[in-house]
Nanobody, 123 residues
Framework: VQLQASGGGLVQDGESLQVFCEASGSISHFSAMAWYRQVEGKQRELVAAVSSNGTTKYADAVKGRFTISRDNAKNTVTLQITKPDPADTAVYYC??????????????????WGQGTLVTVSS
């Protein structure tokens, strides 16, 4: 499946933003759909993940501020970003994890990745 991320942009500190991931095919069979982010020069990190039945996992840094959701009927995954901080500035990548490696703290094995969308939070 191919993943297309969109919705990134410039947001002021404290404003809300949504980033979207649209899949070219069904996502219902993927154990996890997730958002990662990467700052230049730093390692990519998991932001949030959602299982096929709605179970979620969040990085400590975004708990209470970010919300991930998936719509298996529309083959989309959304990340709602509230109370953004300049530290949230990064390229955000959508990922599809078929075997659930994310639930064990690993990156997807034989997964699919979107091209990334840049989120910039200004203070």
């Amino acid at each position: 499946v191919q993943l297309q991320a969109s919705g990134g942009g410039l947001v002021q500190d404290g404003e809300s933003l949504q980033v979207f991931c649209e899949a070219s095919g069904s996502i219902s069979h993927f154990s996890a759909m997730a958002w990662y982010r990467q700052v230049e020069g730093k390692q990519r990190e998991l932001v949030a993940a959602v299982s096929s039945n709605g179970t979620t996992k969040y990085a400590d840094a975004v708990k209470g501020r970010f919300t991930i959701s998936r719509d298996n009927a529309k083959n989309t995954v959304t990340l709602q970003i509230t109370k953004p901080d300049p530290a949230d500035t990064a390229v955000y990548y959508c990922a599809a994890d078929p075997y659930g490696a994310i639930w064990y703290g690993m990156e997807p094995v034989f997964g699919s990745w979107g091209q990334g969308t840049l989120v910039t939070v200004s203070s």
